[in-house]
């Protein structure tokens, strides 16, 4: 890989750091911030029918899974439904696994996929909540000052978006679409067949 192309994967990657805490460059000031050094954000990589939902975000000019800042007033679960209700138009149902362990003063919550960090600039860096997640209600309509489009796309539309995804976002891209196509599928063993 060349030095250019390293640093343009960078620049990508920087930019999949701020879109996924609802940040920009320009408007620092006026995010919720939990600390000067770190933050909080949630991406969340919603499907239906094999295929993950987008959005080309307008500041950025990225291709992003719905996402951002978690706000000092709620907890990832809440940021998580608020974004993709706010820039995709749609209730979801946020996949993966809650303890059974709330009681007075505790309430579990639904594990994200993965975790990542980040490095938004050379004092600031996000702590990435990675969810998948499935429409459960709602009409898919484009959040027109914060994107340029919104589309579904499957395995083989994801290599032709333009500009072309990051290598992080298209591999969480791939993963969602097998991991939660399969999870809506019957499992062989548990198709019980009559004589």
């Known amino acids: ?7 343009q994967n ?25 600390h000067e ?5 949630v991406a969340v990589f919603v499907v239906q029918g094999g295929k993950v939902l ?12 719905v996402g951002g800042h978690i ?19 749609l209730e979801i149902e946020l996949l993966g696994d809650r303890p059974c362990i709330s009681g007075p003063g505790t309430r579990a919550l639904i594990a994200p996929r993965f975790l990542d960090i980040h490095r938004i600039n050379p004092s600031h860096q996000h702590i990435g909540m990675i969810y998948w ?6 009409r898919l309509k484009l959040a027109t000052g914060e994107h340029w489009a919104i589309c579904w796309c ?6 032709r978006l333009q500009p072309p995804l990051s290598p992080a976002v298209k591999w969480y891209c791939h993963k969602a679409i097998q991991e939660v196509t399969a999870s809506s599928q019957p499992n062989v063993s548990d198709v019980v067949q009559t004589a």
Not at 1 to 7: G, K, R, V
Not at 133 to 138: D, F, L, N, V, W
Not at 154 to 159: A, F, N, V
């Open 154 to 159: 499957g395995p083989e539309e994801l290599d």
């Open 37 to 41: 050094k770190i933050d909080f954000a």
């Open 133 to 138: 997640a499935r429409p459960k209600a709602g």
């Open 1 to 7: 890989m060349t030095a250019q192309a390293l640093d």
């Open 71 to 89: 706000e000092l007033d709620e907890d990832p679960e809440q940021a998580a439904l608020r974004e993709a209700r706010e820039e995709s138009g």
């Open 54 to 65: 987008l959005v080309h975000h307008r500041e950025l000019n990225a291709w992003l899974p």
């Open 10 to 34: 960078q620049a990508v990657e920087a930019t999949v750091g701020l879109i996924l805490a609802g940040l920009r460059p320009d408007c620092r000031a006026a995010m919720a911030h939990i």
